[in-house]
């Protein structure tokens, strides 16, 4: 940990973050692109000690809206940067990763709920962190997909999931023209299929653990993830082994 960076004024861990090394820390000159950074500038301006003391918190910010953030923030607020940061300096200790390798997103991440991320910062992990491992690689292959061209017939997501035998699983990402909840024919109902870009990994559990972990791993994405956003613009996201049920994962709130 370098704890001379601190913690960044809007809830970032520049102490144990690995994405530019170079980076002195937010509040030791800020990140590239400070100018335009809206917590860094509004807490300079208004003298805030970071974003958890302005009344509007959490704000429009695009960085505040992620879960991890506005956990860290909450923490700082109740419990002070110090405190944060001993935390996270004790889970480091643990082998809790804050970034996995080449990634914005880690072991926090891979929490869904505020709960989760607060009970690992006060407690350690009491177990493994779920769907860790499987996580460093769906991030990266689902964010190659999202940042591609997608066809605009899309209305809903399904992860296809297929056991393969030995051990051995595959997801396929599928897009679709049609959403019902109740009827699970609509996963069914394909204009997209990242067949190209199928996922693949090895997991010695049964499939049961793998769904757990496949939920688990979506729902956190959803929360915290790259593209999280473009995701939720769907009418509904769901999972399932393509010979199961589906598990609806997200639905667009009804007006």
Request: net charge negative.
């Amino acid at each position: 940990m370098e704890r001379e960076k601190g913690i960044a004024y809007c809830g970032l861990a520049c102490c144990v973050c690995s994405e530019n090394v170079l980076c002195p820390g937010c509040r030791s000159g800020g990140c590239p692109g400070r100018e335009t950074c809206k917590p860094f500038n509004c807490c300079i301006k208004n003298r805030w000690e970071g974003c958890w003391e302005c009344p509007q918190f959490p704000c429009g910010a695009a960085i505040l809206q992620k879960t991890r953030i506005q956990v860290f923030a909450d923490f700082a607020k109740e419990y002070g940067m110090d405190s944060l940061m001993d935390a996270l300096e004790k889970n480091q200790c643990r082998g809790v990763v804050y970034h996995y390798p080449n990634l914005l997103m880690g072991d926090y991440d891979s929490l869904s709920s505020k709960q989760e991320i607060l009970h690992l910062l006060l407690n350690g992990p009491q177990d493994r962190i779920k769907g860790g491992i499987f996580m460093q690689s769906f991030i990266p292959w689902l964010d190659r997909i999202m940042a591609g061209p997608l066809p605009e017939e899309i209305i809903a997501v399904n992860f296809n999931l297929y056991d393969d035998g030995d051990s051995c699983w595959s997801m396929e990402f599928i897009g679709t023209r049609s959403f019902d909840a109740d009827d699970p024919d609509w996963a069914c109902d394909e204009v997209f299929i990242s067949r190209d870009s199928t996922l693949h990994w090895v997991q010695n559990t049964g499939w049961q653990q793998v769904l757990e972990d496949t939920v688990h791993t979506i729902r956190a994405y959803l929360a915290n993830g790259t593209y999280a956003g473009r995701l939720k613009a769907y009418q509904g996201i769901g999972t399932g082994f393509v010979d199961g049920d589906i598990v609806i994962l997200y639905e667009t709130p009804k007006e």
